[in-house]
């Protein structure tokens, strides 16, 4: 049985989305659905939403760290239909901390994390060299 056929009150985002009404600070839960209701209303829809999709720019302005936090793990739980999805903070020297969702046994395994963030690394100075090329191009950088 796949996701699609649970009765919507049975899909893994769906029972995720019940814990957090009843875990959550009402304001909160609801600035959290503000922000995720698009982005699954385009997964259902099997459009894909806008790449900053809705924690970026000016919807995700003033939003905590635990609504965004939250906000990933409901569109993780979506796409995968798991419910074990775990926020992981991992170090990227020179670049600061970055927010991953990964499940949970990746979460627990340093050197799968470790692979995970030489991969943003490396995605990160390529997207550098391609800002530098398009630059000297007089192309758009803003990508």
């Not at 074990?84 to 970055?98: A, H």
Request: without cysteine; hydrophobic residues 40%.
């Amino acid at each position: 049985m796949s996701e699609s056929d649970f009765p919507p009150e049975h899909r893994p985002v769906d029972l995720y989305l019940g814990l957090l009404r009843t875990r959550m600070d009402t304001e909160d839960y609801r600035q959290l659905l503000g922000v995720v209701e698009p982005v699954l209303r385009a997964i259902e829809e099997q459009r894909m939403p806008p790449v900053d999709f809705a924690l970026g720019g000016e919807q995700g302005e003033g939003l905590s760290q635990e609504v965004r936090d939250e906000a990933a793990l409901v569109i993780a739980a979506a796409v995968t239909g798991r419910l074990d999805n775990e926020v992981v903070e991992i170090d990227l020297e020179g670049s600061g901390p970055i927010r991953v969702i990964t499940d949970a046994d990746t979460a627990a395994d340093p050197v799968r994390l470790g692979e995970i963030a030489d991969y943003i690394r490396e995605r990160h100075r390529q997207d550098e060299e391609l800002r530098g090329i398009a630059e000297v191009s007089d192309l758009p950088t803003d990508f």
